[in-house]
């Protein structure tokens, strides 16, 4: 069954080969931007390969840590996913980007309802941040709880670094990986790759959006961060299935770090306090509210792409 908001074009590889293929070009990806974003770290600072088993003082000490880390991330995200998406779908698929869009030309206000939609849903996705962060684990499995605490620790630690900025110029920096580098080639391999090909596969599209938003979120290996960004792995992937522009969602992922990158640039000035970054004490209300603003939301927003497809 050819994905419903795909071209006229029919897509016929095998649903199975064709993710093994994919996963591939992904671990390659994964290997390549490793070692591109090392020997980029190593000129950048002229640390060795034996400075990395403690990369996170090291760095820290560095006059250039923190532009080696985030030339480190960009070029890791650029080669794993834009790069290896992009190769894949020309390689293997032999598509043009453009086939990615059924519907070619969104106007303006689809992209304002995605903006709108995530704002309401900022206190909603707080809450299940704030629920995720609470999870406990069986007795029996404590060992694997402190294992994944520590891993959250050490992850949450490189996100404070990386989001500690000393300049406007930095900020502008953290803006282009964070969140647009990341935002464009995560929704190219999740929406437009993972998710069109396993509703290829199940025949439902319900289904192909929450399994590749269940692997979009594992694979940021944060346990105590899974559900929210399920929640919006799942989101931005209704964003892409109604109106069938692979823009879309990547502008609904680009405003999401974007954000939060802005937030802690605000912070960092002493603009905002830091407490509104975790919203954890939003009133039942304001998330009952927030829940229900964003059902409405995505409700509507569906109905308006509707309604201009038929336009166009």
Do not use: C
């Amino acid at each position: 069954m050819m994905y419903p908001n795909s071209p006229s074009r029919p897509e016929n590889s095998p649903v199975l080969s064709s993710l093994l293929i994919l996963f591939g070009f992904i671990l390659i990806g994964m290997v390549v931007g490793n070692v591109v974003s090392s020997l980029g770290m190593i000129w950048m600072t002229d640390l060795s390969f034996q400075d990395f088993q403690d990369l996170g003082t090291t760095l820290r000490q560095h006059p250039n840590g923190w532009y080696a880390m985030i030339f480190s991330q960009g070029m890791a995200s650029l080669i794993m996913f834009t790069g290896a998406g992009l190769l894949y779908w020309r390689l293997i698929e032999k598509r043009p980007f453009r086939d990615f869009n059924s519907f070619q030309n969104p106007s303006p206000g689809i992209f304002l309802f995605v903006y709108l939609i995530h704002v309401v849903s900022l206190p909603l996705s707080s809450w299940i941040q704030a629920t995720n962060e609470r999870m406990k684990l069986p007795q029996s499995l404590q060992a694997l709880e402190t294992y994944m605490r520590s891993m959250e620790d050490r992850l949450a630690d490189l996100t404070s670094f990386l989001t500690t900025y000393d300049s406007f110029g930095q900020f502008l920096l953290a803006f282009l990986v964070i969140a647009v580098i990341a935002g464009f080639g995560e929704e190219l391999i999740f929406r437009g790759l993972l998710q069109r090909k396993l509703q290829q596969g199940f025949g439902n599209a319900h289904i192909a959006i929450w399994l590749s938003a269940f692997v979009f979120s594992a694979i940021h290996f944060q346990f105590y961060g899974f559900f929210p960004r399920l929640f919006l792995g799942a989101m931005f992937g209704y964003f892409y299935w109604w109106s069938g522009n692979l823009w879309v969602a990547v502008a609904g992922h680009i405003f999401n770090n974007g954000l939060a990158v802005l937030v802690m640039y605000l912070i960092h000035l002493k603009k905002i306090s830091p407490e509104l970054e975790k919203m954890d004490q939003v009133p039942v209300y304001g998330i009952v509210a927030s829940a229900l603003l964003t059902s409405f939301g995505l409700w509507y927003f569906q109905r308006y792409v509707q309604q201009e497809k038929v336009i166009a």
